[in-house]
């Protein structure tokens, strides 16, 4: 019975009914009359007086116990489960067609179709789940997604191929989308992405900060969809089906690279050059005929997307941002603060309020603002070599000098710890007697920080000091005999 797609016990029903009526089979078809076509159907669907057979009139009983369930929730499979344990067995049609006559299932859901935007006005993006592409970065097959936005008046499409969903992500797919169709659209309808939406809500929904910030450099206004309502963009939620099954199913990609110029190809010609199902007109056409001219000017230069972080002020007063060091005033010392580096700038914030302003550095690279350090502790973190010899100058003159000559090697910090004890000699015994003691080891010429400490404190400061030892002039042992030159 396949050629007439019905089953075979209907047939046989038909049949039988048939022959009892006195039809033959090599009789022909002039003994079909009405007559006899009329005593086939009463045989096989005899007359029902409300309209229903024994099975509707089998759920009548229950009609307020069904419509409870109804109004619960339940699914009719549900309930039909339950009706079977009171030994109500029904067919499952019966009961959709008794639940949606009777008892309210299914009315809630009224769908209505949305007049289209003026031309240029909205577009709307999904993220949809595409399958497996190999991925040379890693060495394995991961999961591709593809960032579809589709013009709602014209309904032409553009695909963007990523393997994640962030922020950065969504903005290089909306930068590639504003490339290919030459222009900005003024709305944006997306799903709700987490990189785009920071927290749902029917009515007021909060963006993402880099998202508010991408819209407002592009002039672009943020409508997202309602969460759990697909219908609120309903042209890109029927395409998502259609790039996976049309594009994507069944074709081998060589990477990303190759999938990404294969689906704008496919974007232009298949998807852009087909009849659309909705409006039967091409899409391509539409939108270079009545959309193109009216779209907002495409980007000229590309967008600088910033770094958001939240850091953690470390005991050294500096935060990591982007794998950089940058400094923090102290008492902010153990707080989670927010940043935003860009290109140029690294900005630091404290509940709202800018509170500091750095050069952004490289990774690995550190900006410091001495105020920000601990006072006396900057030119130790700085190795402010400079700073630690005009200290020392505060002290006497010759204390400055001996700071000098103490840093006069090739690394100077390597000796700031020498200076630094030069320096505690000063507050301990005054800068008078530090200073003549300086005085008397630069006349003999002997730099060590370690006889300053013993001169002051056998208080000798005043004392002349030993002329150090000059070592006998010996005989070299291997030195040939000097002969006079004759």
């Known amino acids: 019975m396949g050629g007439c797609r019905l089953d075979r016990k209907t047939v046989r029903r038909y049949v039988a009914a048939g022959e009892a009526a006195g039809v033959v089979r090599d009789s022909g078809e002039g003994q079909l009359t009405d007559e006899v076509i009329g005593r086939v159907c009463e045989a096989v669907r005899p007359a029902r007086p409300g309209g229903h057979g024994p099975a509707w009139d089998a759920l009548a009983p229950h ?30 049609r019966t009961l959709v067609r008794f639940a949606t006559e009777r008892c309210g299932f299914g009315q809630g859901q009224v769908t209505l179709r949305v007049a289209d935007s003026e031309p240029a006005a909205e577009c709307q993006v999904d993220f949809g789940r595409m399958g497996l592409l190999f991925d040379p970065g890693t060495g394995r097959r991961r999961v591709v997604w593809a960032l579809i936005f589709t013009a709602c008046y014209s309904r032409h499409c553009f695909v963007w191929l990523s393997f994640r ?17 030459g ?80 689906a704008e190809t496919w974007c232009r010609t298949t998807a852009g050059q087909r009849i659309h199902g909705t409006t039967q007109r091409r899409p391509a056409e539409v939108f270079a005929a009545e959309e193109a001219s ?12 910033p770094v958001y972080a939240q850091p953690k002020v470390a005991r050294d007063h500096h935060v990591e941002v982007a794998k950089a060091l940058y400094s923090v005033p102290g008492h902010l010392i153990g707080h989670r603060i927010e940043a935003r580096a860009d290109a140029q700038l690294v900005k630091l914030f404290w509940r709202g309020a800018l509170i500091k302003l750095h050069p952004r550095q490289p990774a690995g690279g550190r900006s410091t603002d001495p105020a920000d350090l601990p006072k006396g502790r ?7 070599i400079g700073h630690l010899c005009r200290q020392a100058d505060t002290h006497g003159a010759s204390v400055g000098i001996y700071a000098r ?44 920080v370690g006889l300053i400490g013993r001169i002051l404190e056998r208080g000798r400061e005043h004392s002349r000091l030993p002329d150090p030892p000059v070592a006998p002039q010996l005989p070299l042992r291997f030195a040939r005999h000097q002969e006079p030159v004759r």
């Open 63 to 92: 009609e307020e116990l069904i419509r409870g369930w109804v109004k619960r929730g339940l699914r009719v499979t549900k309930i039909q489960g339950l009706l079977a344990r009171r030994g109500v067995v029904v067919p499952y």
């Open 165 to 181: 969903q962030t922020l950065a992500d969504v903005i290089a797919g909306c930068e590639a989308a504003w490339a290919f169709f």
């Open 183 to 262: 222009g900005v659209f003024r709305v944006l309808i997306p799903d709700n992405l987490r990189a785009v939406v920071a927290t749902a809500d029917d009515v007021a929904p909060r963006l993402s900060q880099g998202f508010v910030e991408y819209a407002q450099a592009r002039g672009l206004v943020v409508d997202p969809a309602r969460v759990g309502h697909p219908k609120d963009k309903p042209r890109v939620e029927r395409t998502v089906a259609y790039v996976r099954g049309s594009f994507f199913a069944g074709e081998d990609f060589a990477d990303l690279t190759d999938a990404q110029r294969r």
């Open 294 to 305: 009216r779209l907002l000017p495409a980007p000229v230069l590309p967008y600088d997307l």
């Open 378 to 384: 900057a030119a130790y973190a700085l190795r402010d």
């Open 405 to 448: 000559r103490l840093l006069e090697v090739d690394l100077p910090w390597t000796r700031m710890r020498q200076v630094y004890r030069l320096l505690g000699y000063a507050r301990r015994y005054g800068d008078g007697r530090c200073d003549t003691a300086c005085a008397q080891a630069l006349a003999l010429d002997v730099i060590d």
